[in-house]
């Protein structure tokens, strides 16, 4: 991946060859269809420009997980593999002439935009998650083009748009993040967190922690942030650990953490009240300072 990361930033976007697929979400088993809009020079180096900045500004990355966050000069990234991008890659790989805009319509209401830069026999995909409808905007947000005789090119009234960021970056087997929540959009990545709490569920070995796993399934509901965290608990899978329970009990006595036990089985006994809790202590979110002697709860924990 370190590779990967280097070359992403090294890359020779202003001597690439430019493509710009505009792509929308279908019910089919594809997923996604996709069309080509031929752009002319100067667009080309606008957006070639605008990818080149954000390198700079990509300094670092770390490995994306269901709760980790990016800053200012750093990205997640994630393996291609099992995204939904393989669907989209498949499309927007097709030979541009036969997939040619062919009007306005097929812009409109696009799910988003990817923009291929090739160059030497390699390709990087940057992908941009559009708003429901593409508006007209400033010049100090957005690169405004028009559509014209097939064709897009930049203009300086307000036409047509699109921002002068871009969500996430593929290259070769590698997705790098810069916009978490656009990419998980997107990507659909709700859908996953949702089907990674059923599987969650319906694992004996996490069931049998509880003495009646509804009250959490109540608590978690629908709520996004709350899918999320049970995703992170199923993709680390620490209530797998051998004295995992017993372990609870012990720090819940000394801390006075509130969670209550069964005493015949052992089992923890969910409630309204203490629903947040178990969800902080199956992500192991209580970290010991060894310095200070201090326990503080961390949005996520990455091992060092």
Request: aromatic share 12%; net charge neutral; charged share 20%.
């Amino acid at each position: 991946m370190e590779q990967l990361f280097s070359d992403l930033r090294a890359f020779d976007f202003a001597n690439s060859a430019t493509y710009l697929w505009v792509f929308k979400r279908t019910t089919s088993q594809n997923k996604f269809t996709a069309r080509y809009a031929q752009t002319d020079v100067q667009l080309n180096a606008l957006m070639s420009s605008v990818v080149q900045a954000e390198m700079q500004r990509i300094t670092e990355y770390s490995n994306y997980t269901y709760l980790a966050e990016n800053n200012g000069n750093s990205c997640l990234a994630e393996q291609l593999a099992g995204s939904d991008f393989v669907d989209l890659k498949a499309v927007v790989d097709r030979p541009e002439p036969d997939w040619r805009v062919r009007n306005i319509k097929d812009l409109k209401n696009a799910v988003g935009y990817v923009v291929k830069f090739v160059h030497n026999g390699r390709t990087v995909y940057a992908v941009k998650r559009s708003a429901s409808t593409w508006k007209t905007s400033y010049l100090k947000t957005h690169i405004n083009i028009i559509f014209n005789n097939g064709e897009l090119s930049a203009a300086e009234d307000n036409g047509f748009a699109i921002e002068k960021t871009f969500d996430f970056y593929v290259i070769d087997n590698a997705i790098f993040i810069a916009s978490k929540r656009s990419f998980e959009s997107a990507m659909e990545h709700r859908a996953s967190f949702s089907q990674a709490f059923i599987g969650l569920q319906a694992k004996q070995e996490f069931s049998q922690l509880f003495t009646d796993i509804h009250p959490l399934i109540a608590y978690v509901g629908t709520n996004a942030i709350q899918l999320r965290r049970m995703a992170r608990i199923e993709e680390r899978g620490l209530y797998n650990r051998a004295g995992f329970l017993n372990a609870v009990g012990l720090v819940n006595q000394r801390r006075g953490w509130g969670l209550n036990f069964d005493g015949a089985t052992g089992r923890l006994i969910p409630c309204p009240q203490t629903a947040k809790k178990i969800v902080e202590v199956l992500l192991d979110h209580h970290l010991l300072s060894e310095v200070t002697d201090l326990t503080y709860v961390v949005p996520d924990a990455t091992p060092t």
